[in-house]
């Protein structure tokens, strides 16, 4: 069982603005900044939010992310296609000292 | 900043798991060195870390199994997971941190089999 709650799914058709959201804790989440991976199938995990809301350079601003508390979401806009992958939330734990991670969300593009 | 690992791709039971991660294009005193697995259609869980000093901080899940050293004269960092079965099965990954708790870079990771 992850240490971060995400949706195990979500969907949406090309175009729509879609949101995937992660709840953690104050040892977590609360005190940390959140990252946002996306997983294509067979591929390493891919940076696509930092600190929260920052983007790596390369990302498209169709993806953003904030936090409130000991929640964060990931919201991508003008869904395309090729965005149908796994996304993970993750943070640093205060507690363990080490980085957790949500359980992932699939996301399927109709 | 590149990762790329290294090591055996199938491991009996019983035996000691040992992978290596190379650091290319940067300094390998900048980040916390991670090992990060996901067993197949699973998610990620974190294994430890290691500083370019030596130190180290375990997952309490699978402390009593690891051990990782780092040789930066090499600019490498290596895992060693000891007694491993069928559930240790899974793609690892090398990843480094900062300071912060952001992710850096992570490499494309190496699949292990443990199957006799």
């Known amino acids: 069982q992850s240490v971060l709650t995400q949706p195990p799914s979500a969907s949406g058709t090309p175009g729509q603005r879609v949101t995937i959201s992660c709840y953690g804790s104050?040892?977590?989440?609360?005190?940390?900044?959140v990252n946002w991976y996306q997983q294509l199938p067979g591929t390493a995990p891919k940076l696509l939010i930092y600190?929260?809301?920052q983007r790596p350079s390369g990302v498209p601003d169709r993806f953003s992310g904030s936090k409130s508390g000991t929640s964060a979401s990931l919201a991508i806009s003008g869904l395309q296609s090729e965005d149908e992958a796994d996304y993970y939330c993750?943070?640093?734990?205060?507690?363990?000292?080490?980085?957790?991670f949500g359980g992932g969300t699939k996301l399927t593009v109709l | 900043v590149h990762l790329q690992e290294s090591g055996p791709g199938l491991v009996k039971p019983s035996e000691t798991l040992s992978l290596t991660c190379t650091v290319s294009?940067?300094?390998?005193?900048?980040?916390?060195w991670s090992w990060i697995r996901q067993p197949p259609g699973k998610g990620l869980e974190w294994i430890g870390y290691?500083?370019?000093?030596?130190?180290?901080n375990y997952n309490p899940s699978l402390k009593s199994r690891v051990t990782m050293s780092v040789d930066t004269s090499k600019n490498q960092f290596s895992l060693k997971l000891s007694s491993v079965t069928a559930a240790d099965t899974a793609v690892y990954y090398c990843?480094?941190?900062?300071?912060?708790?952001?992710?850096?870079?992570w490499g494309q990771g190496t699949l292990v089999t443990v199957s006799s």
């Open positions: 990843a480094g941190y900062y300071g912060s708790g952001n992710s850096g870079p």
């Open positions: 294009g940067g300094s390998i005193s900048s980040f916390y």
């Open positions: 290691i500083y370019y000093s030596g130190t180290t």
């Open positions: 104050s040892s977590d989440i609360g005190g940390n900044p």
């Open positions: 600190s929260n809301n």
């Open positions: 993750a943070t640093w734990d205060d507690s363990l000292n080490g980085p957790v």
